[in-house]
């Protein structure tokens, strides 16, 4: 979309949201593609427009990233370890059998342990991870880039949104393809120069800087394409909206 267009229908989302109330900006968000999976209902119109929005006017941004001696003393984290016993059991082992598996709507499904992800070129970032509720902290993250994985699983083209599993089965979450592809989204499995600590989501971590951190889903166990957030699942986030967690949380 050039600049030009991409202003007038910005303007005109901010309009249509001005004048006749949200319904309008909705509208004008589904002509054009940009509705979030979760824009019907009591929280979903605010919610559509935020996404669209953002999607118009923050296109192929980039998160911000920081220098080295901006990192932060102590990575936050962000209560105790979870007690789910498949967890407890992997980090007896040293996680030495940790395995991901890649599915979906892709050509070659596959089954990766951390090994071969650390086969994959990796990236590293300096990006803040910020809390909903409020606290923060900056920090370097090393991963292999998920878009290598999905290119090696050959997505297909049906396929919208990504969805990822963690090992505690109510941590999940889904994200779309623009995100998914984007070059700051990385499966992490190293922070601040060591392994990822199992307190920040080791031995594997999605990260993905531009939205707040409850979408940087720890213990990554699976990466599943879908065409459809909602025909996938019930609920859109592992937790419903009332307790604040949008399925876009872009910052
Ligand atoms: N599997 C899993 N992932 C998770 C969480 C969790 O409890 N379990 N908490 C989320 C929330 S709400 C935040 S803010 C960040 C916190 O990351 P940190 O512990 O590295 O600070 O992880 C997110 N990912
Ligand atoms: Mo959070």
Same mark, same amino acid.
């Given at each position: 979309m050039n600049t030009g267009r991409r202003k007038l229908i910005t303007t005109g989302l901010a309009a249509a949201a001005g004048a006749t109330g949200l319904g309008a900006a909705v509208k004008l968000a589904g002509k054009y593609d /940009? /509705? @979030? !999976? $979760?824009?019907? +209902? =009591?929280? +979903?119109p605010g919610e559509a427009l935020t996404y669209a929005t953002q999607r118009l006017l923050t296109r192929h941004s980039m998160a911000r990233e920081f220098r080295r $001696? %901006? =990192? &932060?003393?102590v990575p936050f984290v962000?209560? *105790?370890? !979870?007690?789910d016993p498949a967890l407890q059991a992997a980090q007896a082992e040293g996680f030495a059998n940790w395995k991901i598996e890649v599915k979906g709507l892709v050509t070659h499904p596959m089954t990766l342990s951390l090994a071969d992800l650390k086969r994959y070129p990796s990236a590293s970032q300096i990006t803040h991870l910020a809390c909903e509720e409020g606290w923060s902290y900056i920090a370097e993250w090393t991963g292999v880039p998920l878009h290598h994985i999905l290119n090696a699983a050959g997505v297909? &083209? %049906? @396929?919208?949104y990504i969805a990822y599993h963690s090992i505690q089965k109510d941590w999940w979450d889904t994200i779309d393809m623009e995100d998914a592809l984007h070059p700051q989204t990385i499966l992490s499995y190293g922070l601040n120069g060591g392994d990822l600590p199992v307190g920040n989501g080791g031995p594997l971590r999605l990260r993905l !800087?531009?939205? /707040? +951190?409850?979408? &940087?889903?720890?213990? =990554?166990?699976g990466i599943t394409a879908i065409d459809d957030v909602n025909k996938y699942t019930? &609920?859109?986030? *592992? @937790? *419903?909206?009332?307790? +604040?967690? @949008?399925w876009y949380a872009g910052i």
């Amino acid at each position: 979309m050039n600049t030009g267009r991409r202003k007038l229908i910005t303007t005109g989302l901010a309009a249509a949201a001005g004048a006749t109330g949200l319904g309008a900006a909705v509208k004008l968000a589904g002509k054009y593609d /940009l /509705l @979030a !999976p $979760d824009s019907s +209902g =009591i929280y +979903g119109p605010g919610e559509a427009l935020t996404y669209a929005t953002q999607r118009l006017l923050t296109r192929h941004s980039m998160a911000r990233e920081f220098r080295r $001696d %901006q =990192i &932060s003393k102590v990575p936050f984290v962000n209560g *105790p370890l !979870p007690k789910d016993p498949a967890l407890q059991a992997a980090q007896a082992e040293g996680f030495a059998n940790w395995k991901i598996e890649v599915k979906g709507l892709v050509t070659h499904p596959m089954t990766l342990s951390l090994a071969d992800l650390k086969r994959y070129p990796s990236a590293s970032q300096i990006t803040h991870l910020a809390c909903e509720e409020g606290w923060s902290y900056i920090a370097e993250w090393t991963g292999v880039p998920l878009h290598h994985i999905l290119n090696a699983a050959g997505v297909r &083209s %049906q @396929a919208k949104y990504i969805a990822y599993h963690s090992i505690q089965k109510d941590w999940w979450d889904t994200i779309d393809m623009e995100d998914a592809l984007h070059p700051q989204t990385i499966l992490s499995y190293g922070l601040n120069g060591g392994d990822l600590p199992v307190g920040n989501g080791g031995p594997l971590r999605l990260r993905l !800087p531009r939205q /707040l +951190g409850y979408k &940087s889903v720890k213990y =990554i166990t699976g990466i599943t394409a879908i065409d459809d957030v909602n025909k996938y699942t019930k &609920s859109l986030v *592992p @937790a *419903p909206p009332e307790s +604040g967690y @949008a399925w876009y949380a872009g910052i």
